[in-house]
């Protein structure tokens, strides 16, 4: 009977905690039940619903019911030459304005603030920061201002007896790259700062005693300690200017002619312009497929060891 009883009690303080690990794991579930449903309700569902419309000849106006259509907009999508044009195109400004333009003049900034005195610093960071929290719209205006034919630049090239130009008619599409560099800058600069701070002073003054130029300190010592910083940084600024619409539009709606419309811009024509609902959010799954790739590319870098 000790023995019976012996095993019965080892058998209910085993199935004990196996009774408490899930009651465990629902109640630590129960925190974020909320924010998953959000993320269902906003985020899933209207992703779920804008595949379903992909697949179909869904139109704005003039159309009683959709049907389905399989792959027709994807491959009247690759067949276009005005949407080979804007997959172009936002391939340049994403590169041009978000991997080289705010990444390395982000990074520039704060290694120069990194030596600079504390009133250059806040002079410096408040400036580049009021660009960054204008808004889009407003940001617009100004460059476009900054760019026009009569605008500022040909203002001062013009003072410098240089030959001024109608920047948004001849290289519109480097017009609001620029834009969008002097716009976005700021968010590089404060993570490259973040990232600056936290490398030990005594690394880089035992590299300098040791001879090191200030370049071989940045290529050998400062770039690899940061490097998921860098990553952090790419993935953050390749997703936003993926979806930059309303700086090109308020410059240059995309024109002249289609010189300068990317994705997004190439979206709203089809959808808002030409009601085709459908395929403007074929379209809108390719870019978001493209963003994912870049994504997928950047946390490759991060899980990488320094």
Not at 101 to 119: D, E, H, K
Request: a positive charge; hydrophobic letters at 50%; proline letters at 4%.
């Amino acid at each position: 009977m000790s023995a019976v009883g012996t095993r019965s009690a080892a058998e209910k303080s085993t199935a004990a905690p196996a009774v408490r690990r899930p009651r465990r794991s629902l109640a630590r579930a129960l925190p974020v039940a909320p924010g998953v449903v959000l993320l269902l309700l906003f985020l899933a569902g209207p992703i779920g619903y804008c595949v379903y419309l992909a697949f179909t000849d869904l139109q704005l106006t003039g159309q009683a019911e959709s049907s389905f259509v399989g792959l027709d907009n994807f491959t009247e999508a690759f067949g276009d030459k005005d949407f080979l044009n804007a997959v172009w195109l936002t391939l340049v400004f994403t590169v041009v304005s978000s991997l080289i333009g705010q990444n390395i003049l982000g990074l520039t900034l704060a290694a120069l603030m990194q030596r600079a005195s504390g009133p250059v610093r806040t002079l410096t960071g408040g400036i580049v920061v009021a660009a960054w929290v204008l808004p889009e719209v407003v940001a617009g205006f100004l460059l476009y201002a900054f760019f026009r034919r009569e605008g500022t630049l040909n203002a001062v090239l013009d003072w410098l007896h240089l030959p001024a130009q109608n920047w948004l008619y001849t290289l519109p599409i480097l017009a609001v790259s620029f834009a969008n560099v002097w716009r976005g800058t700021a968010f590089s600069m404060l993570v490259y700062s973040a990232a600056l701070n936290e490398i030990p002073k005594e690394i880089t003054e035992a590299a300098q005693v040791d001879g090191a130029s200030g370049r071989r300190r940045m290529w050998h010592i400062t770039l690899p300690m940061i490097r998921r910083s860098i990553g952090t940084n790419l993935m953050l600024n390749t997703l936003q200017t993926l979806s930059v619409f309303g700086l090109i539009w308020v410059m240059t709606r995309g024109g002249p002619g289609s010189r300068s419309q990317t994705l997004p811009l190439y979206m709203y024509e089809q959808a808002f312009q030409n009601s085709m609902i459908g395929y403007a959010t074929a379209v809108a799954l390719l870019l978001l497929l493209v963003g994912s790739l870049f994504s997928l590319v950047y946390m490759r870098l991060l899980r990488t060891e320094v």
